[in-house]
């Protein structure tokens, strides 16, 4: 068009001697655009320099205006969203009418008409598939409205209802559609918040009963003897426990703790008739037999935090009572050894019987999964609760001056530093219990499964 336009522009610059072409000319000093499509001729400047220079200033204004078109003709070629030029075009083509420029105005119209037209189509057919993808999200939405899987499906109708903001317009039912939408949304999330309200009371209820019989078996165990008909209760109230129902795992897991020490405290202190239970040897009185029985009892616990098969706690308590009634052998080397190894052994044993616990309530399953399996989520269990109470390690003595090793130097002098200390010893043996745990976990994970 624009090659035409230049030629046709030469043309008439050589047989209207500069002053005029086929789209306007000048008269009286005035340059005007010849009149289409019925409308008249219409004035749009004056000469000032000279009629040549005046012609030419308004020849390539019009190229700059169809340059213009043809920019935006690009963007919208390119643009995933063609609809948004529309109204540019729009206004384009309106304002021709004021434009100030000589050339085929009709020509640059109809461009932006085919423009337009295409844009028209582009939007009618998006609105085909718009409603296509549309009517069968609101499907969607329609049949989950009345499901009760609230976890699922609420992610996957957060995801529908994202699918349908991305999705554009299908027209004159847009609207109605999208409150039929909404309304399948607000269903379900209205259902499910009446129900997670529901859910809370219910496991208030729950959890009120839980601490109800763990506090039964403490009031049990401040008694000075157990009868026979205090044992029964306690096994009633073990049943009663199972039935109480489920409620969130976190909360559980705190309840069930103290549930347990109650009842391995009330059964810890009857005699047992289980076969693992041996009645207690006499306490040697001699340093050697001391050492000879702690000898026996370490190697004892030893294997059984080695093995940890059907671990019978009341047995390893009863080795503990009879570890400290023969008290400590001052100065000898061989007692404090066999003091450390015992000590650290029973550690490990209740330790792995808590992370059993943990495992079990955490895991859903876990008894039925694999040794490798339960191995792994015991050594993530471990790490995690190791990471969590290293910085209470070091929170502990931060008043407390450290060594060059970041270590606290505990004034035993300073009765200020006393309690400190016994809590920061406390808690580093759990920690180091921890660790040597699950190194062990991870030295079995190696070698039973070629890792």
Not at 122 to 133: D, F, H, L, S
Not at 149 to 171: A, P, Q
Request: some cysteine; proline content about 4%; aromatic content about 10%.
């Amino acid at each position: 068009m624009s090659t035409t336009n230049s030629a046709n522009s030469t043309t008439n610059h050589e047989s209207h001697n500069a002053t005029s072409n086929p789209y306007g000319y000048i008269k009286d000093d005035n340059v005007y655009l010849k009149g289409y499509n019925d409308s008249p001729d219409r004035k749009i400047g004056v000469v000032k320099e000279s009629p040549e220079a005046s012609i030419a200033y308004f020849e390539d204004r019009y190229q700059k205006l169809l340059e213009k078109v043809e920019e935006v003709a690009e963007a919208i070629e390119e643009s995933q969203n063609k609809g948004s030029y529309l109204m540019k075009l729009v206004h384009i083509r309106e304002s021709l009418e004021t434009y100030n420029a000589i050339g085929d105005y009709p020509a640059v119209e109809q461009r932006i008409l085919d423009l337009e037209q295409g844009i028209e189509d582009y939007i009618a057919e998006n609105r085909v598939k718009n409603t296509e993808i549309k009517t069968a999200l609101l499907e969607e939405a329609q049949k989950l409205k009345d499901s009760d899987d609230w976890e699922e499906v609420s992610e996957y109708l957060k995801d529908l209802k994202m699918r349908w903001i991305r999705t554009g317009s299908v027209g004159e039912e847009d609207e109605e559609m999208s409150e039929e939408f909404d309304r399948c949304l607000d269903v379900f999330f209205e259902r499910r918040k009446a129900f997670f309200d529901n859910e809370r009371i219910v496991n208030d209820e729950r959890i009120l009963k839980y601490r109800r019989i763990s506090n039964k078996i403490r009031k049990m165990n401040y008694q000075k003897e157990k009868t026979p008909e205090m044992r029964q209760e306690v096994i009633d109230l073990q049943k009663q426990w199972k039935d109480v129902g489920v409620i969130p795992k976190w909360k559980y897991l705190k309840l069930y703790r103290n549930y347990k020490r109650e009842v391995d405290l009330f059964f810890g202190n009857e005699p047992s008739s289980d076969n693992n239970y041996r009645q207690e040897p006499p306490i040697p009185t001699t340093p050697e037999g001391i050492l000879e029985l702690k000898r026996k009892l370490t190697e004892e616990v030893e294997e059984i935090a080695n093995k940890f098969e059907n671990v019978h706690l009341n047995n390893v308590k009863t080795k503990q009572v009879q570890w400290k009634k023969m008290g400590i052998i001052k100065n000898n080397d061989e007692d404090r050894l066999l003091n450390n190894r015992f000590h650290a052994a029973c550690s490990e044993i209740f330790t792995h019987v808590f992370l059993e616990n943990d495992a079990k309530q955490n895991y859903e399953g876990y008894e039925n999964k694999t040794g490798f399996e339960q191995l792994k989520l015991k050594i993530k269990l471990i790490k995690d609760s190791i990471r969590e109470e290293e910085p209470n390690l070091q929170e502990i003595a931060k008043n407390i001056p450290q060594d060059s090793y970041g270590r606290p130097m505990f004034d035993r002098n300073n009765p200020d530093h006393a309690p400190v200390r016994s809590k920061y010893m406390n808690l580093l043996n759990v920690i180091r219990t921890k660790k040597r745990l699950a190194k062990k976990f991870q030295n079995q994970l190696n070698s039973s499964y070629n890792f």
